[in-house]
């Protein structure tokens, strides 16, 4: 009996800290068990022209820039991008990879697999249009009492044609496909 008692306080005790290491991500995002697997190719023509009737959006991973200096292992990750609630794909290491939407309103999420931080957007998508997004991982120090603990923070932020176009001729094409 006493056996029973303790197992049944230990699994009430332990219960909340089972779910707190959840990983909790934003609406735009999609489910946190859905990883990628990402290929990369180098010197690939611009995305084809979105269907009629349809926008698009290329999303566009930027690591040129890493606040305060400090490298780390996670600077080159794999990174899922959510449109309105679903993952649309991923990338890694400055690549981009195009979708299509309908005309409207839409939520964007940035996401370095299989960690909780990320990125939002939300605009308005016209047909025929293109968009540039872009998700650039800065990594940040924060303090613990101990040191330093360094951890990514997603600037997720809509590009220029200019900027976009470029970064699409000069980045490689990302082809991702969820992990069985």
């Excluded at 089972?18 to 990983?23: M, R, W």
């Excluded at 611009?46 to 009629?52: D, K």
């Excluded at 968009?131 to 951890?151: E, K, L, P, T, W």
């Amino acid at each position: 009996m006493k056996r029973k008692l303790c197992a049944l306080f230990l699994c009430s005790f332990l219960a909340p800290v089972v779910h707190a290491g959840k990983t909790i991500l934003p609406d735009a995002c999609g489910d946190p068990k859905i990883e990628f697997d990402v290929k990369t190719e180098k010197g690939q023509p611009a995305p084809a022209a979105a269907e009629t009737g349809k926008a698009q959006i290329v999303f566009i991973e930027d690591n040129d820039t890493i606040t305060a200096g400090i490298a780390s292992a996670h600077h080159h990750a794999t990174v899922r991008y959510g449109v309105d609630g679903t993952w649309a794909g991923a990338n890694y290491a400055d690549s981009y990879f195009a979708v299509e939407v309908t005309p409207g309103e839409h939520h964007l999420c940035a996401n370095w697999q299989g960690k909780q931080d990320s990125g939002t957007a939300a605009f308005t998508a016209e047909a025929g249009r293109v968009y540039y997004f872009r998700a650039q991982a800065d990594i940040s120090a924060v303090g613990n009492g101990r040191g330093a603990m360094v951890g990514p923070v997603f600037n997720f932020s809509q590009l220029t044609d200019d900027d976009g176009k470029y970064k699409v001729k000069a980045w490689k094409l990302a082809t991702s496909t969820p992990k069985k």
